[in-house]
């Protein structure tokens, strides 16, 4: 059976990130990749799990603010099951500066929904934001 892992972040419109890069790459492993814009997190989650679907993993990218983590947050709770691996990239930061429009606040956030993963991948900003100590 195909594996089926849902991607949640943004679709950016200009550049090599977000969904436009991770699925193609999922795909490319041979997984069937369902996309979720962050816009979009509640009213499709409801649809789903309507429909009862269920993931092999769940994989967070770029989220813009503490709202949306914590629907996030709320959508691991509603589909996890024992075999669903998540995986979460906290997207916050680069060259040991914080991205504009996130602050101290947010990388809280952060931490709680990283502390919902299987496996995190932060770069070394995002490790230090999380940790709360220098870069």
């Given at each position: 059976?195909?594996?089926?892992?849902?991607?949640?972040?943004?679709?950016s419109?200009?550049?090599?990130?977000?969904?436009?890069?991770a699925?193609?790459?999922?795909s490319?492993?041979?997984?069937e990749?369902?996309?979720?814009?962050?816009?979009?997190?509640p009213?499709?989650?409801?649809?789903?799990?309507?429909?009862?679907?269920?993931?092999?993993?769940?994989?967070?990218?770029?989220?813009?603010?503490?709202?949306?983590?914590?629907?996030?947050?709320?959508?691991?709770?509603?589909?996890?099951?024992?075999?669903?691996t998540?995986?979460?990239?906290?997207?916050?930061?680069?060259?040991?500066?914080?991205?504009?429009?996130?602050?101290?606040?947010?990388?809280?956030?952060?931490?709680?929904?990283?502390?919902?993963?299987?496996?995190?991948?932060?770069?070394?900003?995002?490790?230090?934001?999380?940790?709360?100590?220098?870069?």
């Amino acid at each position: 059976m195909l594996k089926r892992i849902v991607t949640i972040q943004d679709i950016s419109c200009f550049g090599k990130c977000s969904s436009t890069v991770a699925l193609p790459l999922i795909s490319a492993m041979g997984v069937e990749a369902a996309v979720i814009p962050t816009a979009d997190i509640p009213q499709i989650a409801a649809h789903w799990k309507g429909l009862d679907l269920h993931f092999d993993g769940i994989y967070t990218g770029y989220l813009g603010s503490r709202e949306q983590v914590q629907i996030v947050a709320d959508f691991f709770d509603l589909f996890r099951k024992k075999d669903t691996t998540i995986v979460v990239d906290p997207v916050m930061g680069d060259g040991g500066k914080m991205y504009a429009g996130f602050t101290p606040d947010f990388a809280r956030e952060m931490r709680k929904l990283c502390a919902k993963a299987d496996v995190i991948a932060p770069n070394l900003t995002e490790v230090s934001l999380l940790l709360d100590v220098p870069y």
